[in-house]
C-alpha cells in the first residue's frame, strides 16, 4: 500500500490587493446614477435660486391705473405718477368715473385714483381679486404720494376677495395641483413603459391617455374648489375647463420631452413648470411686483396663463380671457407636434406592430 505524501506547491500565489473606498464607492454607486444624483442637486439650486430671485424683494412695476381729472390738471397728474422712480405705475387719463371703474372691473386697470378738485380728500380703486400684491402696492403709493401733497386717500376695493379665498390664492393652488397631476401623469406612464414608447402607435396612445386623465383633474379640481371648499363664486364649467387645458400642456409637454430626452426630459418638465413656472404665474405675487425676468416669462408659461385665466374668470366676468386660454393651446399643440415629430423620428425605418 502507496503512502501519499502532500508535498507544498511552488506555484506563487499573489497577495490579495485590499479594497480601496474608491473601489467600495464605486460598486455601491453607479456612474450614471451618480450623473443623476448631480442632476438632481443642479435642479435643486435652481429652484432655490429662482423661487428667491423672484420672491426676495418684490417691487411695483407700471401698474397701469386710470386716472380720473379735472381736464385742465389731468395731464399734469399722470405726469407726476408716471415720473415717479422706478416706474411703480403706468397712467392713462380716464374721461370719467364710471368708465375708469369699468375699466377696473374688467380687469383692463388695477386701480382708478379720482381726484377731488373741491377738496383735499382724493379716492383710489383698487381690484384685490386681481391680487393683493398689487392693490397693497398701489395702496402704499398712492398715500405716500397724497400725503406729500398734503392730501389724503380713501381706498375703496371694487373686486374684493371671496370670503373662501381669502388671499386670492385658491386659482394659483388650483394651477399647481394641476401641472403637478399632468407631469407626474406622463412621468407615471414613461416609467411603466419607458420614457420613449416602443412603437409610434405607443406614442399615439400614450398621448390619448393624457385626454380622459386631463378631463378627470379639470372636473376635480372644480369639485374641490367649488362646492367642497366654497373657494370660488360660481364658474364651476370654465374653471373645469382651464383644468383640462393646464392638465394636458403639463402632460403633453411631458411626454414630448422624455421621447427626445428620455429620463433627463422629467428634468426638464421640472425647470419648466416648477423651477419657471410656479414663481412667474403670480400666485402670492402678481407680475407686475416681480423682478423682469420672471415678469417676462409670466404670461406665456402655461401655470402664469392658467393662473390669470382662473382669476378672470371668477372675478373679471372672463374679460381678457382669449390670451391665456391661446398660450394653453399652443403648449398643447406644441406638446403633441413634438411627441408624434419625435416619435416618428425615433421609429424612422422600423416596421410598427399591429399590437400596440
Same mark, same amino acid.
Given at each position: 500500500?502507496?503512502?501519499?505524501?502532500?508535498?507544498?506547491?511552488?506555484?506563487?500565489?499573489?497577495?490579495?490587493?485590499?479594497?480601496?473606498?474608491?473601489?467600495?464607492?464605486?460598486?455601491?454607486?453607479?456612474?450614471?446614477?451618480?450623473?443623476? +444624483?448631480?442632476?438632481?442637486?443642479?435642479?435643486?439650486?435652481?429652484?432655490?435660486?429662482?423661487? &428667491?430671485?423672484?420672491?426676495?424683494?418684490?417691487?411695483?412695476?407700471?401698474?397701469? %391705473?386710470?386716472?380720473?381729472?379735472?381736464?385742465?390738471?389731468?395731464?399734469?397728474? %399722470?405726469?407726476?405718477?408716471?415720473?415717479?422712480?422706478?416706474?411703480?405705475?403706468?397712467?392713462?387719463?380716464?374721461?370719467?368715473?364710471?368708465?375708469?371703474?369699468?375699466?377696473?372691473?374688467?380687469?383692463?386697470?388695477?386701480?382708478?385714483?379720482?381726484?377731488?378738485?373741491? @377738496?383735499?380728500?382724493?379716492?383710489?380703486?383698487?381690484?384685490?381679486g386681481g391680487g393683493t400684491a398689487v392693490s397693497?402696492? &398701489?395702496?402704499?403709493?398712492?398715500?405716500?404720494?397724497?400725503?406729500?401733497?398734503?392730501?389724503?386717500?380713501?381706498?375703496?376695493?371694487?373686486?374684493?376677495?371671496?370670503?373662501?379665498?381669502?388671499?386670492?390664492?385658491? +386659482?394659483?393652488?388650483?394651477?399647481?395641483?394641476? %401641472?403637478v397631476g399632468g407631469y407626474l401623469f406622463a412621468?407615471?406612464?414613461?416609467? !411603466?413603459?419607458?420614457?420613449?414608447?416602443?412603437?409610434?402607435?405607443?406614442? &399615439?396612445?400614450?398621448?390619448?391617455?393624457?385626454?380622459?386623465?386631463?378631463?378627470?383633474?379639470?372636473?376635480?379640481? !372644480?369639485?374641490?374648489?367649488?362646492?367642497?371648499?366654497?373657494?370660488?363664486?360660481?364658474?364651476?364649467?370654465?374653471? !373645469?375647463?382651464?383644468?383640462?387645458?393646464?392638465?394636458?400642456?403639463?402632460?403633453?409637454?411631458? #411626454?414630448? &420631452?422624455q421621447i427626445l430626452f428620455g429620463v433627463i426630459?422629467? @428634468?426638464?418638465?421640472?425647470? #419648466?413648470?416648477?423651477?419657471?413656472?410656479?414663481?412667474?404665474? @403670480?400666485?402670492?405675487?402678481?407680475?407686475?411686483?416681480?423682478?423682469?425676468?420672471?415678469?417676462?416669462?409670466?404670461?406665456?408659461?402655461?401655470?402664469?396663463?392658467?393662473?390669470?385665466?382662473?382669476?378672470? #374668470? %371668477?372675478?373679471?366676468?372672463?374679460?381678457?380671457?382669449?390670451?391665456?386660454?391661446?398660450?394653453?393651446?399652443?403648449?398643447?399643440?406644441?406638446?403633441?407636434?413634438?411627441?408624434?415629430?419625435?416619435?416618428?423620428?425615433?421609429?424612422? @425605418?422600423?416596421?410598427?406592430?399591429? !399590437?400596440?
Open positions: 500500500m502507496s503512502r501519499m505524501v502532500n508535498t507544498p506547491s511552488n506555484k506563487h500565489v499573489a497577495p490579495e490587493v485590499p479594497e480601496t473606498w474608491q473601489d467600495r464607492f464605486r460598486d455601491a454607486v453607479a456612474p450614471r446614477t451618480l450623473a443623476l +444624483g448631480v442632476g438632481v442637486l443642479l435642479l435643486q439650486f435652481a429652484f432655490i435660486l429662482s423661487y &428667491l430671485g423672484a420672491f426676495h424683494s418684490p417691487t411695483p412695476h407700471q401698474i397701469p %391705473v386710470a386716472v380720473v381729472a379735472p381736464a385742465q390738471v389731468a395731464g399734469q397728474v %399722470v405726469g407726476q405718477f408716471d415720473g415717479l422712480a422706478g416706474d411703480p405705475v403706468a397712467a392713462s387719463v380716464a374721461t370719467d368715473e364710471n368708465s375708469a371703474r369699468a375699466a377696473l372691473l374688467a380687469g383692463e386697470v388695477s386701480g382708478v385714483y379720482i381726484l377731488n378738485p373741491a @377738496g383735499t380728500e382724493d379716492r383710489l380703486l383698487v381690484a384685490s397693497g402696492a &398701489l395702496e402704499q403709493i398712492f398715500t405716500k404720494v397724497t400725503a406729500a401733497q398734503q392730501r389724503t386717500v380713501a381706498v375703496e376695493d371694487a373686486v374684493p376677495l371671496f370670503s373662501g379665498d381669502a388671499r386670492g390664492l385658491s +386659482g394659483f393652488y388650483l394651477v399647481v395641483g394641476w %401641472v412621468s407615471m406612464l414613461g416609467i !411603466a413603459k419607458g420614457s420613449r414608447p416602443a412603437t409610434f402607435r405607443r406614442s &399615439l396612445w400614450r398621448l390619448g391617455a393624457t385626454v380622459p386623465y386631463a378631463l378627470a383633474s379639470g372636473f376635480g379640481g !372644480a369639485v374641490v374648489a367649488e362646492p367642497l371648499l366654497g373657494a370660488m363664486n360660481g364658474h364651476f364649467w370654465s374653471i !373645469a375647463g382651464i383644468g383640462t387645458l393646464v392638465t394636458l400642456s403639463a402632460a403633453t409637454v411631458t #411626454i414630448a &420631452l426630459g422629467i @428634468g426638464l418638465t421640472v425647470v #419648466i413648470f416648477v423651477i419657471l413656472g410656479n414663481p412667474s404665474a @403670480g400666485g402670492a405675487y402678481q407680475p407686475s411686483v416681480l423682478p423682469p425676468f420672471w415678469r417676462a416669462i409670466s404670461g406665456v408659461l402655461p401655470n402664469g396663463a392658467g393662473t390669470d385665466a382662473i382669476r378672470r #374668470i %371668477v372675478y373679471f366676468d372672463g374679460h381678457g380671457l382669449t390670451h391665456p386660454i391661446v398660450v394653453l393651446v399652443c403648449w398643447i399643440v406644441g406638446g403633441v407636434a413634438v411627441s408624434l415629430i419625435g416619435a416618428a423620428m425615433v421609429h424612422r @425605418g422600423s416596421r410598427d406592430p399591429v !399590437a400596440a
